[in-house]
């Protein structure tokens, strides 16, 4: 049974910084590119980062240079360093796996994050 959970979410103040984890199962995880997405109230999910299973990087211009994803093969785990954040970050984030070869993919099932002050 494949399992994307993400945890880290919560409350943050503007300007503060959160760290988001993915942990993985069910899945080789390596060979998987990973992608963070978020949704906000009334608008649609959108990609904003983005590894590949080579470790290449690419992200969203709303989160350039404040986000940054990582992952651990090791632990199966796909992160998400969020830092500078604004009222705009606010959402729901969720952790997607994809291996186009096979047209697999997977979601997590998603952790709020706030950013109030």
């Known amino acids: 049974q494949v399992r994307l959970v993400e945890s880290g979410g919560g409350l943050a103040q503007p300007r503060g910084s959160l760290r988001l984890s993915c942990a993985t199962s069910g899945i080789r995880f390596s060979i998987y590119a990973m992608g963070w997405y978020r949704q906000a109230p009334g608008k649609q999910r959108e990609l904003i980062a983005h590894?590949?299973?080579?470790?290449?990087?690419s992200y969203a211009d709303s989160v350039k240079g404040r986000f940054t994803i990582s992952r651990d093969n090791a632990k199966n785990t796909l992160y998400l360093q969020m830092n500078s954040l604004t009222p705009e970050d606010t959402a729901v984030y969720y952790c997607?796996?994809?291996?186009?070869?096979?047209?697999?993919?997977?979601w997590g099932q998603g952790t709020q994050v706030t950013v109030s002050s």
């Open positions: 590894i590949t299973n080579g470790g290449g990087t």
């Open positions: 997607h796996a994809e291996r186009q070869i096979s047209a697999e993919q997977y």
